[in-house]
């Protein structure tokens, strides 16, 4: 499985990734928000959800989120569960030979992956689309 990383051609957007955590950081479902490498360089910002949210059986659970200067960007959600599991998916947007530019890798491994249809590439329209499905997610946990 290839991730867009840091090392894309394209350069982070940095004011997309500070805008995303500056939503992020007031969103209830967030313990903590980091950049790496820091603040003053962003590439790649951290998420680390509240496990109050959680059932006891996920031990953590996280977003990686990488935007880049031409609108590409990757939502990686990731749980860590306490059997040693892990259930992740991810939204992207890149270049790649697999699918359409705009796809999705299915949980529970990521590997299956669709094409995916979205109604606004804005970054807080794309954010809005993600942590609905991650609280919708965490509804299903509980039921």
Not at 80 to 101: A, L
Not at 124 to 142: K, P
Request: charged share 30%; aromatic share 10%.
């Amino acid at each position: 499985m290839s991730f867009p990383s840091d090392d894309s051609a394209s350069p982070p957007d940095r004011q997309t990734l500070r805008l995303l955590e500056r939503h992020l950081s007031a969103d209830p479902l967030v313990a903590e928000t980091t950049f790496d490498p820091d603040s003053y360089e962003p590439r790649l910002l951290h998420v680390r959800f509240d496990a109050g949210h959680y059932p006891d059986s996920i031990a953590a659970a996280r977003l990686d989120i990488r935007w880049f200067s031409t609108g590409d960007f990757s939502y990686h959600y990731v749980e860590d569960h306490e059997d040693g599991d892990r259930w992740e998916c991810r939204w992207d947007r890149h270049p790649n030979t697999h699918n359409r530019r705009l796809h999705f890798h299915e949980p529970p491994d990521a590997l299956e992956i669709t094409d995916l249809e979205l109604p606004s590439l804005h970054p807080l329209e794309v954010y809005s689309t993600v942590l609905t499905a991650i609280e919708r997610h965490i509804e299903m946990l509980w039921s």
